[in-house]
């Protein structure tokens, strides 16, 4: 069955470059899209973006120009980069699979499952 | 503000039946059948409860269903226990560029 686990650290300065990788067991990272989610402090969830094992990318406007995920194929592994942090964007971040709609175009976001335990990152100095 | 409209809580007696809504638009909730629902308790990660606005996982207890009527969709949950009590998250597909929208979120307290 497959697992998700986040890294990295959970202390980040502001105006730094907040930066975490999703390790995944159990299954090819080629078979699916992959996604970031954060959750601020008793707040609700937030789609950050996501990749596809082929390099392909997309993020939510928001949070688009700060954005960068990637993917390492060879480690079955897909990191976040988000730059300029504030502490706004102090919370719990989650890997997870996304799945995607049916077809040969099918387009993520259909659902999430499984998600990783999540990291909490706070911005403070 | 969510895309996803929920009620903020909801509550019921061990036993019972509650519903809990998702209200949406053409974009999303009431233009595809890709509405998921999610369970989360303090301190966790969301699991997957409902995909596909009717199916459960294998592993979710039948006591929790779903269903869509135009741009709501629903999730009911029949004979309340105790560890009900928690966050529901619903989640639809969209046609926008983001390609998901989440809803705020319903507190359950079972009483």
């Known amino acids: 069955q497959v697992q998700l686990q986040e890294s990295g650290p959970g202390l980040v300065r502001p105006s730094e470059t907040l930066s975490l990788t999703c390790n995944v067991s159990?299954?090819?990272?080629?078979?699916?899209?992959w996604s970031w989610i954060r959750q601020p402090p008793g707040k609700g969830l937030e789609w950050i973006g996501y990749?596809?094992?082929?390099?392909?990318?997309n993020s939510n406007p928001s949070l688009k120009s700060r954005v960068t995920i990637s993917v390492d194929t060879s480690k079955n592994q897909f990191s976040l980069k988000l730059s300029s942090v504030t502490a706004a964007d102090t919370g719990v971040y989650f890997c997870?699979?996304?799945?995607?709609?049916?077809?040969?175009?099918?387009?993520?976001?259909?659902?999430?499952?499984?998600w990783g335990p999540g990291i909490l990152v706070t911005v403070s100095s | 503000q969510s895309a996803l409209t929920q009620p903020a809580s909801v509550s019921g007696s061990p036993g019972q039946s509650i519903t809990i809504s998702c209200t949406g638009s053409?974009?999303?909730?009431?233009?595809?059948?890709?509405v998921s629902w999610y369970q989360q308790h303090p301190g966790k990660a969301p699991k997957l409860m409902i995909y596909?606005?009717?199916n459960r996982p294998s592993g979710v207890s039948n006591r929790f269903s779903g269903s869509k009527s135009a741009n709501t969709a629903s999730l009911t949950i029949s004979g309340l226990r105790a560890e009900d009590e928690a966050v529901y998250y619903c989640?639809?597909?969209?046609?926008?560029?983001?390609?998901?929208?989440f809803g705020g979120g319903t507190k359950l307290t079972v009483l």
């Open positions: 990749i596809y094992y082929s390099g392909n990318t």
């Open positions: 997870v699979r996304d799945v995607p709609t049916p077809g040969y175009f099918g387009r993520p976001g259909r659902w999430f499952d499984p």
């Open positions: 159990d299954d090819s990272i080629t078979r699916y899209y």
């Open positions: 596909d606005v009717t």
């Open positions: 053409s974009s999303d909730v009431g233009g595809y059948d890709y």
């Open positions: 989640s639809s597909y969209t046609s926008s560029i983001t390609h998901v929208v």
